[in-house]
């Protein structure tokens, strides 16, 4: 499996910016389409975005469209979620995963399900 390491959570002001970066091992993470997710306490687990395993194709959630943006370096095996304009709503763990089943030219696929490999999360608070 694809080892995945999130990391640039923290504590943020409400209209503040966060970017958090996720790192995967092994080359063949190139061929993956990646999304983020994120999990608020006594919540599910929904999707944020995800990127195509090209980088040409993404998805944004409608409840983050306009202030996240989701891009992808293949050549260094990492992934990014730029977070702007971050609200309280927005707090929550977020996790990097790997669709390391799906069809490399496949559509992009938004079920938590869909994916098999799971970074730890790293915690993003908004608040003043």
């Known amino acids: 499996q694809v080892q995945l390491v999130e990391s640039g959570g923290g504590l943020v002001q409400p209209g503040g910016s966060l970017r958090l970066s996720c790192t995967s091992s092994g080359r063949t993470v190139r061929n993956y389409k990646m999304a983020w997710f994120r999990q608020a306490p006594g919540k599910e687990r929904d999707i944020v975005a995800a990127?195509?395993?090209?980088?040409?194709?993404?998805y944004i959630a409608d409840s983050v469209k306009g202030r996240f943006t989701i891009s992808r370096d293949r050549a260094k095996n990492t992934v990014s979620l730029q977070m702007n304009s971050l609200k309280p709503e927005d707090t929550a763990v977020y996790y990097c995963?790997?669709?390391?089943?799906?069809?490399?030219?496949?559509?992009?696929?938004?079920?938590?399900?869909?994916?098999?490999?799971w970074g730890q999360g790293t915690q993003v608070t908004v608040s003043s």
């Open positions: 990127i195509s395993w090209s980088g040409g194709d993404t």
């Open positions: 995963a790997a669709d390391v089943s799906g069809s490399i030219y496949g559509t992009l696929r938004l079920g938590q399900n869909d994916y098999g490999s």
